[in-house]
């Protein structure tokens, strides 16, 4: 016999490609079976008896009538004698050629080749049941999506992730179980239900689940793993969700089952009787056999006719299936698949609907168990995958990991800074002693009540972070945050909640803002702010707001700075009158606001990188008494005004980075400076007049063009740093040695040929603060190396 097995790899697929084989699958995969044992049974049968028997067959003479054979019919009846056989005189092989004969000229084609009929069709039935797992287009597709799938069922996140999410307590569920109280008590969703039962079978033992609560993290392994199935789905949503290929290849298996169902119950319904017990044949081979005509026996036609009529019935069936099958194909939107009823059992409600092929598959897993798409529902969820990312981030940094990282700030506080974060510890909120947080390139980060903890905390910081609240912990920023630093790219980015920090003292926003000002909400809202004293804005605006103006009574300090928009329509400056220290930056300023000289509070100006050419109105600074620092530099002034001397209260002053070539003598009658840099620009000579400023401490002229220094710079007793570098000096004065204050001074780049030996009365430099080529510095004696080397 020829055995089945041997058409099993026209079906063959791997046993996990089961979940996607419907009920109507199955059906047809039994069924095909069947008309596979009919087909084979009927080969076997055709090869291994006697297709057909025949026997001569007695043709009467043209003389005799029919009246007279019918009496010796009658005759040879009625008459008794023994019974003989009638003699043909053939031999075996004249027999065999015979029945090859009729079997080849008289029996119907359908009669012979019913059971090849039957295989060929039912191998193309399998075939087309089993074409897209096998077909390369979709079969790898298949082949990753199981592979995901069975990670996903047996993941010990699926079912920790439910409960999590939903905000229950493993622990305390365990406890319930343990419990005497009836399953018909607890209200549980009969998702979950299944979804808790599978976790406890598959991933934990029942022993470890009563005898030890599960933990609140997962392990490493764990995590990794489910982290990674995460980024697996993920990636692979995006790639089936742009086509339907799987979709289309069942569609086009379904539509040619159908059309060989017609086709086979159109042609065998027409021809199954064409299978005869009896056939008559007629055969010109009457010289080789003495006979014409012959009355043949087809052996196996009873039996082909009932497996005919049997096959029939199968492949009306099979039909019939492969019908409802286009039915569901066609009358069911398969390619959308919604997760509502998951996101209501579960209580995770971001699932998101998926659509094309992933949707089809779906589709197809729940027709073998719906379990499946409820546990790999989870997988497709942020909040499920956040909540992850949370519990190994929490696990990865402990408190005490936290704590060495804490650092003190320019503002004296302790800081924690967190860089690319996967998101916020929530062991953050364990170090009560912490009182800055500075959070950057985190994204969906979200402060939990538990905030309320950090007692001391003050200051935030969120560098390109979006960040969510709890509601407790918006109250307790109300009470408690005092400075707050933002940048974002998008002012839509910006948080919502800043709006009611009424007790908020200092407020940094970096990032474009409306360059309408009428339009800025996130500014309209520092009206409410009556706390605040310090705003720092780096932004591109075009004029100051009112809403600034409107806070410009508690307003101390004002730092804006722009990304090279032209600032215009300065003049409601005049109403900040309480303003301490202003900054306009890269405004593209071609003159001085006249508006800055009504505030007579002003104690520090700085007009970094605009367009100021000439500065003339630098005399009207004289009516700002309290003006102890100006910084002009990063600009494009080509000389310093002689009425610079008005501004006697001058204790810092910047002209770095400009065009001038000349210092006027009267610049140091400004005798109160202390901090002096007009470093990077074409001075060539210093006026002795330096020697004025006795409570110099910082000059820095590097990147000039100064060949000569006054000895009367060294009178300037108080200096701490002196900065000569990268001038056309070639003589240092021993007078440095007046210099017994110098901590730093800086000589690279000029003309030097040796140091002066007088470098050892400065007792204050050493090595680090002396910036000096190093063959310049073996010049000077051992002596004075070894006590600038000595710490």
């Known amino acids: 016999m020829i055995p089945v097995m041997e058409f099993r790899r026209f079906s063959e697929q791997q046993p996990a490609f089961r979940v996607l084989k419907p009920w109507w699958d199955v059906f047809t995969d039994y069924l095909s079976v069947i008309m596979l044992m009919i087909g084979v049974f009927g080969c076997t049968l055709q090869v291994m008896q ?7 067959r007695r043709v009467p003479s043209e003389n005799t009538s029919d009246t007279e054979l019918l009496h010796s019919d009658l005759d040879i009846s009625t008459v008794p004698r023994e019974m003989t056989g009638l003699k043909t005189d053939l031999d075996r092989q004249q027999y065999d050629y015979i029945n090859q004969m009729c079997y080849e000229k008289a029996l119907h084609w359908y009669a012979k080749y019913f059971p090849y009929l039957v295989l060929i069709h039912t191998v193309v039935f399998m075939v087309c049941s089993n074409f897209w797992f096998k077909f390369p287009g979709s079969s790898s597709k298949i082949e990753h999506f199981i592979s995901m799938l069975g990670k996903c069922f047996d993941s010990p996140w699926t079912t920790r992730a439910l409960s999590e999410v939903s905000g229950e307590n493993p622990e305390e569920k365990e406890k319930t179980k343990k419990s005497s109280i009836p399953r018909s008590n607890i209200t549980m969703s009969p998702g979950e239900g299944s979804l808790e039962k599978t976790q406890s079978l598959r991933s934990i033992p029942e022993k470890i689940v009563v005898d030890k609560p599960s933990a609140s993290v997962l392990d490493k392994k764990e995590g990794e793993q489910a982290k990674a199935l995460f980024e697996k789905v993920k990636k692979f949503r995006l790639h089936v969700e742009e086509g339907d290929i799987l979709y289309l290849m069942y569609v086009r298996q379904t539509v040619v089952k159908v059309f060989k169902f017609l086709l086979i119950i159109a042609y065998n319904s027409s021809l199954v009787n064409k299978v005869q017990n009896k056939v008559r044949c007629e055969v010109e081979i009457q010289d080789m056999t003495g006979y014409k005509q012959f009355q043949c026996k087809h052996t196996t036609a009873h039996l082909f006719s009932k497996l005919s009529y049997c096959y029939l019935c199968l492949v009306a069936v099979y039909g019939l299936t492969s019908l409802y099958t286009s039915y569901w194909l066609f009358y069911r939107s398969l390619k959308e698949y919604s997760f509502e009823y998951v996101r209501q059992e579960t209580g995770i409600s971001d699932i998101p609907d998926v659509k094309n092929d992933f949707a089809f598959m779906l589709h197809m897993i729940d027709q073998y168990d719906p379990l499946y798409s409820k546990r790999f529902a989870v997988f497709l969820s942020e909040v499920s995958e956040n909540k992850l990312k949370q519990l190994n981030l929490n696990h990865e940094w402990t408190a005490e990991k936290l704590r060495q990282r804490l650092q003190t700030n320019a503002n004296n506080r302790l800081e924690l800074q967190l860089f690319m974060f996967p998101g916020l510890p929530d062991t953050v909120f364990e170090l009560t002693e912490l009182q800055s947080l500075k959070l950057e390139i985190i994204n969906n980060v979200t402060i939990p009540a538990s905030v309320s903890q950090l007692e001391d905390l003050q200051e935030l910081s969120l560098h390109q972070c979006s960040l969510k609240l709890h509601t407790t912990a918006i109250s307790f920023f109300k009470e408690n945050l005092k400075v707050l630093r933002v940048k974002f790219d998008d002012n839509r980015e910006f948080p919502n909640w800043m709006y009611g920090l009424r007790n908020l003292e ?4 970096t990032g474009p803002l409306s360059p309408d000002a009428s339009k800025n909400i996130v500014l309209e809202s520092l009206r409410e702010m009556k706390c605040l004293k310090i705003l720092s804005l780096k932004s591109n605006l075009t004029k100051i707001p009112q809403s600034i103006v409107d806070a410009s009574s508690h307003l101390q300090r004002l730092y804006l700075h722009n990304d090279g928009t032209k600032l215009v329509m300065l003049n409601n400056l005049k109403k900040m009158a309480n303003l301490t220290e202003l900054e306009l930056v890269r405004c593209d300023l071609e003159r001085i606001p006249h508006a800055i000289f009504s505030l007579t509070c002003l104690q520090e100006i700085d007009l970094k990188e605009n367009n100021l050419r000439s500065i003339e109105e630098i005399i009207s600074f004289q009516h700002l008494r309290k003006l102890t620092c100006l910084k002009l530099w990063y600009n494009s002034i080509m000389y310093i005004p002689e009425h610079i001397k008005k501004l006697g209260s001058l204790e810092r002053l910047n002209f ?10 009267h610049l140091f009658l400004c005798n109160k400076l202390r901090y002096l840099d007009i ?9 002795p007049e330096v020697g004025v400023l006795q409570s110099l401490q910082y000059f820095s002229v590097t990147c000039n063009k100064i060949e000569n220094l006054p000895d009367e710079l060294f009178f300037c007793r108080k200096l701490k740093t002196l900065k000569l570098g990268k001038n056309s000096l070639s003589i240092l004065s021993p007078k440095i040695s007046y210099l017994s204050l110098l901590t730093h001074l800086e000589l690279k780049g000029n003309h030097f040929e040796v140091l002066p030996q007088d470098l050892g009365f400065c007792r204050a430099l050493k090595r680090s ?9 073996e010049t000077l004696p051992s002596d004075v190396r070894d006590q600038m080397k000595a710490e």
Not at 50 to 56: N, R, S, V, Y
Not at 769 to 777: A, C, N, R, S, W
């Open 50 to 56: 006697d297709k057909i028997i025949c026997l001569p």
């Open 506 to 509: 200092e407020l940094y926003l």
């Open 656 to 665: 770095s980075h400009n065009k001038i070539e000349i210092l006027p003598s």
């Open 679 to 687: 470093s990077n620009n074409d001075i060539r000579f210093i006026p």
């Open 769 to 777: 603060g002396l910036i000096v080529e190093e063959t310049l510095f």
